[in-house]
């Protein structure tokens, strides 16, 4: 299926023309209503929304989830309006709409960005089919606390792998005729660096030198940009005391100027009048200038545009430019869509929704974002004829599996371990002798809260223990409910609850082995578990097909692939905790006095890039292809490291081989270690492979304090690795 998405914005003479003579004809008021989006769910029901539509005073709708509906409102828009302007129809489509795919954390974690692309193109295919052409995704955020609930929603700590994400997944969305005569257009967000907020809190502060901001936050949205994003969405926080959806500089300076950006940008809901709750606007009038002037195009929900702007422009407060400019940019996406010639949907495209290839790459991307974090004496994969005890809610709760963000997702549709265990019992390699299941706790009811936690429940201990004791080996299901995660859900406690740590520490004491399936939507701080169980996999929020997934690695005809992408930690007291923090004065020990703390190990549980399989791998032999290249950034010269992968086991595997340099000095210091390439390699039983990473002097340089990219001379150290830690080393000069 083509995919052009790179070229979605770029400039039509025939569609600019098109443009003019459409705004030639508009008055004032349908202006001001193509800057209005709207949530369906919110309509008053004692206000006629249908005339509204038909006076062409709102632009754009989200959360319309019924094709009918849409159809709908598109034939008001389009045959009973005076100009006929179809309506841009978005809503949150994050990790699939029917299909529901791993959360984007999870599916981060396999280094794959041909399958995020296609993942991504399932979702835009299932979106388009309902009706919605728009995606508020991808999140490209990155994020180094695990505290904050929506880094569930990107792609973890690594500029790299965010940008390597961010283009594929905004690719995917915006296939060309992802269903035929229709495209979906994607919006990335939030710009910018909403991640960085102290405190791991939503809607927060963040401080971020400028070298920064462009060092790490920028670039996974240049990167989105790049590959084609047609909008972008503003960020709730405030960025070095400035609130972000009125941050002059983000917009002004580096999305306008710098980047050129052509797309349209849209507030994210109601952040245009939270600019008074942050202290910047004085009222609501002051919030809608401040937003226009900024160059937000798009007011989600406020109604700050529809009620404030036609005052604000009698009182000469703005210039009729910028809203002539942000009207040209909403059309100029309506027309990149086609909603002028194909503003309906046919029911015949229905059929693609939740069909048999989505379910099936579902679940290949389940397979591949499950990480093995450890299998202390080849526990797993499990040997046929044991007898099993399914412990743990999370092994039945199918609903817990589609994680944050599952806005069409249905729990009928998800399979859980116990179903996957259930139904393949007969012709799976395991033939168990026998499945036992105890919920042993109970999951909250509501939103995270510590009131809302149950208290350890006796008599399903008790029941726990007695099926464990029956049982050759202990799968116990533990992690954080899926409404523990996303927006608005940050915690102070990273933690398994406190009812699942007292189980596990029960059946402990069966000495029974047991391994850990961990559902999460952040990195846990699994410190007791990692010292204690025999085996745990980082199953993250997995999507509809969970259990078969889980199931394949479980019995071995998957061998697992995923890597962290994100670092866990020992205790959510080293927060924010990453792989690529720069070194510290005192890093090691002068007179007891150095970078530690007193209570617990300084160092992480498990690092970024960290992931087991069922397989021996050795990496041997770097090599690099010459010690010194030219440190000018338009330099052209190559630089070739080498190493020999080897498989020194009977059965093939995958391996994620990731390349990190480090600047030793540097005007401004470097991180210890950045990520500057990945290969997923398939490695049959037995088999060398010599892989070859490339490198010049622009993958090298940095931003220096005036914003400006440069590069240094001087020593650089290399690693081709298994993951952040670990790997073969060696070092090159730039001159």
């Not at 400039?11 to 202006?31: D, G």
Request: hydrophobic share 40%.
């Amino acid at each position: 299926m083509k995919n052009s998405s790179k070229n979605f914005l770029a400039i039509n003479t025939a569609e600019e023309a098109q443009i003019s003579s459409i705004m030639a004809r508009m008055e004032l008021s349908e202006k001001i209503g193509q800057m209005h989006q709207l949530s369906w769910q919110f309509f008053s029901k004692d206000q006629n929304w249908e005339q509204i539509i038909r006076e062409g005073r709102i632009g754009a709708l989200l959360s319309v989830r019924d094709r009918d509906t849409v159809n709908r409102l598109q034939k008001i828009a389009t045959e009973e309006s005076r100009l006929g302007i179809p309506l841009l129809i978005g809503d949150d489509v994050i990790h699939g709409l029917r299909t529901v795919f791993p959360i984007p954390l999870g599916e981060a974690a396999s280094f794959n960005p041909e399958l995020m692309e296609a993942s991504a193109r399932v979702a835009a295919k299932e979106a388009l089919a309902s009706g919605t052409h728009w995606t508020f995704a991808p999140m490209i955020d990155i994020a180094l606390d695990s505290r904050w609930g929506r880094i569930a929603e990107g792609a973890g700590e690594d500029v790299y792998l965010g940008k390597i994400a961010a283009a594929a997944r905004v690719r995917g969305f915006q296939t060309e005729n992802a269903i035929p005569g229709h495209t979906m257009v994607s919006c990335p967000k939030h710009f910018a660096a909403y991640g960085a907020m102290e405190g791991g809190l939503d809607y927060y502060h963040a401080e971020v030198s400028e070298a920064r901001m462009r060092d790490v936050y920028l670039p996974p949205f240049k990167a989105a940009l790049e590959a084609g994003a047609g909008t972008l969405m503003s960020a709730y926080h405030t960025l070095n005391g400035i609130p972000a959806s009125g941050h002059q500089w983000l917009y002004q300076q580096i999305l306008y100027g710098e980047w050129d950006f052509q797309g349209l940008v849209v507030s994210d809901w109601n952040a245009i009048y939270q600019l008074i709750d942050q202290g910047m606007a004085a009222d609501k009038s002051e919030a809608v200038e401040i937003a226009l002037k900024t160059g937000l195009h798009l007011d989600m929900q406020s109604f700050g545009y529809l009620n404030k702007l036609a005052e604000l422009l009698q009182n000469k407060r703005i210039d009729p430019s910028l809203i002539d400019d942000a009207v040209r940019r909403i059309l100029r996406i309506k027309i990149k869509l086609g909603l002028f010639e194909r503003p309906f949907v046919s029911s015949e495209h229905s059929q693609v929704i939740l069909c048999v290839e989505h379910r099936e790459l579902a679940r290949k991307s389940a397979q591949q974002s499950i990480v093995l974090l450890k299998n202390e004496s080849n526990i797993l994969p499990l040997k046929p004829r044991q007898k099993l005890a399914i412990i743990g809610a999370l092994a039945k709760e199918a609903g817990e599996m589609l994680g944050t963000w599952n806005t069409c997702g249905l729990a009928e549709d998800a399979i859980t371990l116990w179903q996957a265990l259930e139904s393949r019992q007969e012709h799976s390699p395991l033939q168990a002798e026998s499945i036992r299941y105890a919920q042993a706790y109970e999951l909250p009811k509501a939103n995270y809260a510590s009131d809302s936690i149950p208290e350890l429940n006796q008599e399903l201990l008790a029941e726990a223990i007695k099926v464990a004791e029956q049982s050759d080996i202990i799968l116990f299901a533990a992690g954080e409910p899926c409404s523990w995660s996303g927006e608005a859900h940050c915690r102070t406690d990273l933690n398994l609850p406190k009812p699942q740590q007292a189980v596990l520490q029960a059946l402990m004491k069966t000495g029974k082995p047991i391994v850990l399936l961990v559902f999460a939507g952040r990195a846990l701080s699994l410190e007791w578990e990692s010292e204690n169980l025999a085996s745990i996999l980082y199953c993250w929020h997995p999507g509809i097909e969970a259990g078969n997934a889980i199931l394949d690695i479980l019995e071995g005809s998957i061998n697992p692939s995923g890597r962290l992408p994100i670092t866990l930690p020992r205790h959510v007291g080293q927060m924010p905790l990453y792989y690529h923090q720069r070194l510290p004065g005192r890093s090691r020990d002068n007179g007891g006095n150095h970078t530690r703390y007193v209570d617990r190990a300084t160092y992480e549980l498990y690092p970024f890039g960290f992931g087991l399989s069922y397989s021996q791998v050795k990496y041997k032999e770097l090599q690099i292809s010459k010690s010194r290249i030219s440190a000018k950034v338009d330099s052209n010269e190559w630089l070739e490291i080498r190493a020999e992968i080897v498989n020194e086991s009977n059965r093939d595997c995958v391996e994620v081989v990731q390349l990190y340099v480090h600047d030793v000095a540097a005007s401004i210091p470097r991180p210890r270690r950045e990520l500057k390439g990945f290969q997923r390699i398939n490695l049959e039983p037995g088999e060398k492979r010599q892989l070859v990473f490339r490198l010049k002097s622009s993958d090298l340089g940095f931003h220096n304090s005036q914003g400006i990219y440069i590069t240094e001379p001087g020593q650089f150290q290399v690693w081709i690795a298994p993951d952040s830690r670990l790997g073969l080393k060696g070092e090159f000069w730039l001159d």
